[in-house]
């Protein structure tokens, strides 16, 4: 008597509880059925949003250099095939590709920028770059349009009044929203978002770019007091990203500004209390149970500091997580 094949639902089931997708390879290499599960849309939303992608290694800001990781990492054999098949010379971006330099690295993608080619001789090359996203497995990438004129104007114009900013322009994670949207086109996966924001002390401008649509919209241009933004403070500025949430801390010790990249709203937290003093590196970083850490330098006897798990922020955000 033949036994009855094993329903769908609990395959799948079986499925996204194997460890690493390299196990997820050889379970659909088993039978055409065992395939056709594997490779639908909807299981591999599932299996990514469970498995966080593998640690292949770094790619340091203003370097064109790949370190790979090494053994005992597991990710070692696929971080040294990544490391052999990608150019990350970048010579496939718009020439002159040395000219370009790495801003921030994401899922895959990399954020690059450099100064405006033909520059105006305004002295706001800082502020306006070329950008670009490219992916340098597949050697493909998008150069970005340039911020709308309306958005620069009101950038200059508060330049002009404070004649100091903090400006950094870094790749979104994908939120819940964008999973459902992905869910519902053929391009699930190759969608990105980038934010280029600057922020005065009386003032804040931010605008989201979107390759699903190819153009920059502005989503704030607002007042947040109590983040202290005098001019040596801007060299202290840290961004860090937890929980869907980016975490910008200042080196005064009174507030925390915080983006929420599901609304896309700006916020500001109070700093967690404790002792901290002012131009003090932290590190924020997700902890169980959707609560956040923040990681503070703690004194010790022979006078060298070391990162100690201070205070608990719970879950800082405009939705008061």
Not at 289 to 294: D, K, L, P, S, V
């Amino acid at each position: 008597m033949a036994l009855p094949a094993i329903p769908d639902e609990l395959l799948v089931d079986i499925f996204l509880r194997l460890p690493t997708p390299g196990d997820l390879i050889r379970a659909s290499a088993a039978c055409a059925s065992f395939r056709r599960l594997v490779a639908d849309r909807s299981f591999l939303r599932r299996f990514r949003k469970i498995h966080p992608p593998p640690l292949l290694g770094f790619l340091y800001p203003g370097q064109h250099r790949f370190h790979p990781a090494v053994r005992p990492h597991p990710s070692a054999p696929a971080a040294s095939a990544v490391a052999l098949a990608a150019d990350f010379s970048f010579a496939f971006l718009p020439a002159p590709a040395r000219n370009w330099s790495v801003r921030e690295v994401r899922d895959g993608r990399v954020l690059l920028d450099r100064s405006r080619l033909r520059d105006a001789g305004d002295g706001l090359e800082a502020l306006f770059k070329e950008m670009v996203v490219c992916d340098p497995l597949h050697r493909r990438c998008l150069l970005l349009p340039p911020i709308p004129d309306d958005l620069a104007a009101s950038v200059v114009d508060q330049l002009l009044i404070e004649g100091h900013c903090f400006a950094e322009t870094f790749l979104v994670p994908p939120s819940n929203g964008d999973e459902e949207a992905a869910a519902a086109t053929e391009e699930e996966g190759t969608s990105f978002r980038v934010i280029w924001m600057v922020l005065f002390e009386a003032k804040l401008v931010a605008a989201v770019f979107s390759s699903g649509t190819g153009k920059w919209r502005a989503f704030s241009s607002e007042l947040l007091p109590g983040f202290v933004l005098s001019t040596w403070m801007v060299l202290f500025v840290s961004r860090h990203y937890a929980h869907g949430c980016f975490y910008w801390v200042s080196g005064s010790t009174e507030k925390l500004l915080v983006l929420d990249i599901q609304r896309m709203e700006f916020s500001m937290a109070d700093h967690p209390p404790g002792a901290r003093h002012s131009g003090d590196d932290v590190a924020i970083v997700e902890a169980g149970q959707g609560m956040i850490r923040m990681f503070v330098p703690k004194s010790v006897s022979n006078s060298r500091a070391k990162l100690a798990p201070r205070r608990k922020l719970g879950r800082l955000s405009a939705r008061a997580l």
